[in-house]
């Protein structure tokens, strides 16, 4: 993690937006029961009442035990169930066993959440400023479980042949379809990229005219993760991007046109995917004699197709961006032509009720709807290191095997995501609200 | 499955049957949150919710669907949710994802079998004498799940590491350990075994001086399964059974032994069992400093040297026999030791509240406490045919791999056992109240 | 095992016997070179260069090493090469790994043979009376090793795409196709079954008048393994037995009625196989255009429908039994109705060359072409003991979860079998040489 | 595949180029018996035949078949048993079956290629550039088997206990060990990199002014891969390289320290391959009193601590970097450093015989010995676009899930590799000579 050091959030700043944070969690999981709560239906995905407990767990854990004097540990068990992957912090419960455990219940659970926001909140006033560092970071944190805890329910509601709805959709309007692709020509040569997390360190001794006169991206200030930085020039070959995401129609002509049956158009891993696992669509798609459908959190619906298609895996964009003849941006392409946009902008989560990826309004938008899968392995930047102790784990041990998506989803809490932020998963992942924007060379 | 033809239940009988079973299915999960009932920790168990749903589906498919004239099924989604494994009854949801059902909830569930009870009982006294058979069927069937009901909630209780007991045990009043075994001289010779099922069919022609004055059990009146019977004679050589299943105490003794170690106790397939699960003691025991402990019903607790050991499987059965210089009893040496016991006494289940194996309080018991393994394999009996239909399925399609259990356990609602009664189960599952009894050559 | 202790082999004859059997081992690997002499093409096959080894292992272990003073075992890595599954015999080889020995060659496996050939012949005058059993043991050992390594061959042979035969098949004479089955009523009430190892010991005291006065088999002269004994008496239902065994035209009737297809043919166990592995047909067979064909060690032939079906497992057996309104027969059923007939007619292995099974030429036939799959679990007789020692694994540990075949096959050597004769398999296993006899109740 | 258009090989040394190939490798598996050619001892390896043949294959079909006019097809059942991955090529037999083909023999093999050995010579003054440009690829192709040859035989010998040796080693002269490591600077800025497969190409427009003056490579002449290229632009930051690979000695010290232990030095995916692996160290390495030995082709002897580790997974040598407080290079800064330096020199594979890799003789060297893992994912570069047709799928399509290493081995043909070869291979992999060079940030 990193930690917005020159910041130094303001305590009461910070106590509002715990607050807030906290709050949300809560109010997605309000159209849960406990059993709903409690099912984790792949390794991949938790149950929505651990996803409330451990982002509890690192309050609790990292601000309160490690920082108050005196505080103690509400339940001495809580850490080997709670804790995810931090190796440091000891023995935890097996990933795939997380849906095992009706107890502690969801009311338990929630009353944890209070006595750890109450806690919290009590002692934020005179927490050092790297213990409101950890609180802020626990913030950024508890809103990617939010984005998870979406999209963890959306697929075990998907494998219940009731096919339950977590929230009823907006009544849909008719929308144009959009038309076709604008490209973007993009920046070409060295540009700055990533997140400065702080003036004090010197990542780079290169100088380059084109990024010194010109920064991109408002990228000093504010939090970020570790991952995100240092930041440091890169170089852009000449490019351009498509000034939307793929939309239903188009992939639905993917489909058609025997795009899942055709070995030339994959890679050789994503075609052994795809013949072992039998995937012929995006994920919660299925046909029946009316057309193709898609299951949401509204429940199953016919596929709009001037929508982004969302629930790709990597493997499923690279071959439709070869069968497009076009390819994936690389990461920094992404970030170089996102960073004048604004990053709160379009549609991201706001509150709990219906999310969705939405037919692209006009101009062209890198925020919102869908997580844009780059060509580009997640690997660390130049001069990373990763923190001391086990936050340290956040992000770096990851970075093998994942690419990175850009760009944030429907499903993102507002505010979450910016142009430096890197979000990653293994190429054959689809649950999250992913999709594509292509890219090709100039 | 095989109905009392011969018996024609009085339907005001039947009904309090019926409602006193169904009663005592939502006793027992009246401890169980939503949650509690809906998580299913292995492929073998099943989630209590599912128990109580199947059962219900089982009257409705059976008796209200296929016998009362315009009957309309509750919920047109549930039978594929519900049937367990009747081919003849279309698709059904996969076993092993069972668990994946927060929806439909545990109220929604007893509301189902509320309507379902009550078109039952309202349909009773009008049902052809078939049907009424079927509703007696039905109801040892729930038997059959309420005793798995429990042990599959143990096991998903097990696994959480909280341990949650389900009831709070009885205090343990300290117990004499039993003495030695005493052997016991079995008949030798002829002898009817298996249930009478019906006096209109002569199943078997032979006649012996052994079998035919001496009726070794009232085995042609009442209720069996189709696998029970026909009837007929069986041969026995010169044996002798143990008065007393083996204790845990005992078991404490082999596993000291090194009992686990020395593959020259076990049969092949149970060495490379216990070589891969690295399999040391009975399932829910485990060694601290303090000894053994075990997990029950009612939470861990130190293990009873006293009382009879449970949760072994028939590898671990039998290499216990070899290991003591005896063997595993036949299934029809101990049915003829048993039949002239009474198989309503002993430790079975009476009603909700904390069941567990007991020490024995003297003289030999053949029912209750666990089900002993037999050497026998479940193989049909001269002349068995399947019924037709879907019920032909209940019995007949699992007669291979599986080891024949006698006696009943705990678990085993009271009543529902008989010396004829044969359970099953594959040689390396454990997690029902199994035990052991020796037998050995004379 | 168990050997004729009563018979005390004459070492001229011993010898002669030792020198035919090895014989015939070389004779049958003469087609292979070294490289097909070294694949193993499943883990349940073996490499015929790890039968050649394994079966002079057994003669060096148990008869050299153990009874031959001065003996010094040739390579002392081959123990832990060629061991079977002999625990107390130590370490050893991982059976699947068995496919990865180019080394030691064939040639110097062939090499390792003649030395133990002679060191053997040499001692043979010398040898006490038990170790002439064991040589005699031995010898039976390997005769089930030719048959093994037969069809290990031929499982290899068949998954080359190139499909190599291992021998020319004889010209096809055109068999008339053999008339309905008559089925012969089998012998009802108690009869004696089994080996009659010992005169020294009464395994039984039941005494009954069917059985004592009409002896049937000559049960008790010359050689058994241990699990035909004890002899003992059995009880027989009114039943009969088809006069010979299934052919392939009458298996393609199934096939053609939809028999893989129909759940209720099956047990549960053979339909969860039947589907999770896609069968629709023995093994060996092949559909095209010209209607089906069968591998063989002749090759790629067409299906014969006059001569018995073979390579089917005891799931396939029972299910066609099921569809044929028949069942499988008991072993003992088989063994009364075997006893009378001639263990050596009948089409068995005599030497190497293309072995199959063959159209029956008229009259009840129990002996060569297919082994006979009954429905009886391979258990321990009453009063069974395995031996002490490395040599009572050689059966006794593999009594749970297999079936009894009876009969013996044409890649049996002749004079190998006999009436009590107990092979076993597990039930989907059908690499085999397996056929099927209906049964039923009368 | 990528070939050397510009080059257009003279056909009489393209001839002598071809045959001294093909002689290597049929000198490579003059120690091989048909047996230890036959044998696959893992998914990930080839039978050493596969290899001879699939080599032969390639020349026959992209050569022979497509461009001589009334070329017959040797064997038409090859394509389907030597196909390797040409998805365009059509059907071909499964992978992890490659050790299942005792037929053709070794010898049958070797005909095949004396047959296509003499057509290919006899057709190629007459084969048009396309054609001569094959024959060149399949040159490099057959030497890219030759290295996977060896090391296939190695894995396979190295899972026989008996342990053979394919060669005789060199006697071990004593070695001084290598002194500490030595950071060398590397260039930082934009380089340029990758192959210059054509003058006719722009593939960058980048300008630069490090670049344009400084050729780093002879790179625009000679045969490379398809993925090598485009030559491009490439930015580098402060870093440096160590003059040498990782020692055994220094590896040792590692796994002393507890380096395979501790979680903190590991990648997630790592860890979790050591966790179910069992690593402990690397490939072939085996610890008993006397201390650690290795296998290699010569056999298992003491590992030599002054010699480069070898047999090390990316996950590893990830691992090591982080303990030593190092990282592992990028490619292009390895490909920077190491263009300066003879890409023939060092330990590469001369003729055959034993080869290992050696102690540094002194001297910053780049190639032979063992391939470095870099930490950079295999990815095209800027401008990459896979041929047309079925060598189009020479290396594009394995892009995904892969790291880059680079500097070829003491395995790897000598005259094969260079400064912008790029091999590749999953990051669990270490059955290659692959060690690690360590770099860090300046």
């Not at 809103?143 to 805890?149: A, C, G, M, N, S």
């Not at 998907?158 to 038309?179: E, F, T």
């Not at 004090?200 to 993760?225: H, L, M, V, W």
């Not at 994920?283 to 016919?302: A, H, N, Q, T």
Request: aromatic content about 12%; proline content about 7%.
């Amino acid at each position: 993690m990193r930690t917005e050091r020159d910041v130094n959030p303001d305590p009461s700043a910070l106590a509002s937006r715990f607050a807030a944070v906290r709050a949300l969690s809560a109010a997605l999981v309000a159209p849960l029961s406990d059993a709903d709560a409690t099912i984790q239906s792949m390794d991949d995905a938790s149950p929505a009442k651990w996803h409330l407990a451990h982002t509890t767990w690192f309050f609790e854990t990292f601000v309160l035990r490690d920082h108050v004097p005196g505080y103690r540990v509400q339940d001495d068990r809580f850490p080997f169930l709670f804790n995810s992957y931090y190796e440091a912090e000891g023995q935890r419960h097996a990933r795939p066993r997380r849906g095992m455990l009706s107890r502690p219940s969801l009311d338990e659970i929630m009353g944890y959440r209070a006595t750890v926001n109450a806690a919290l909140l009590g002692a934020l006033p005179d927490l050092p400023a790297d213990a409101r560092d950890l609180v802020a970071l626990g913030c950024h944190h508890e809103e990617q479980h939010q984005e998870l805890l979406l999209t963890d329910i959306l697929h075990h509601f998907s494998v219940n042949p009731l096919q339950p709805a977590m929230w009823q959709g907006a009544p849909k309007v008719p929308v144009a379809m959009p038309g076709p692709v604008e490209w973007i020509e993009g920046r070409t040569g060295l540009v700055e990229v990533g997140h400065d997390e702080s003036s004090k360190r010197e990542n780079t001794r290169i100088e380059s005219s084109e990024s010194t006169g010109d920064t991109i991206d408002a990228a000093g200030s504010g939090f970020a993760f570790d991952c995100e930085g240092p930041r440091h020039a890169a170089l852009l070959h000449p490019h351009a991007l498509a000034d939307r995401t793929v939309t239903n129609g188009e992939w639905a002509a993917f489909i058609a046109d025997g795009g899942y049956a055709e070995p030339r158009h994959w890679l050789s891993d994503g075609w052994a995917w795809v013949q072992a696992q039998g995937i012929v669509a995006p994920l919660y798609w299925e046909r029946s004699e009316g057309g193709w459908s898609r299951f949401g959190l509204d429940g199953r619906r016919p596929v709009d197709p001037a929508a982004p298609v969302a629930h790709v895996s990597f493997f499923e964009a690279d071959a439709y961006a070869g069968w497009a003849g076009a390819r994936l941006p690389t990461e920094f392409e992404w970030e170089a032509a996102a960073s004048g946009h604004d990053s709160n902008g379009g549609n991201q989560l706001d509150a709990a009720g219906a999310v969705e990826p939405r037919p692209s309004s006009g101009g062209p938008a890198f925020f919102g709807d869908v997580w844009e899968w780059t060509g580009s392995a997640f690997r660390p930047y130049p001069g990373f290191r990763a923190a001391e102790g086990a936050v340290g784990e956040y992000n770096g041990k990851f970075m093998s095997g994942q690419f990175v998506l850009r760009g944030g989803s429907c499903a993102t809490p507002r505010g979450h995501v910016r142009a430096s932020y890197r979000n990653f998963f293994y190429p054959h992942q689809r649950w999250q609200f992913t999709g594509v924007r292509l890219a090709k060379d100039l």
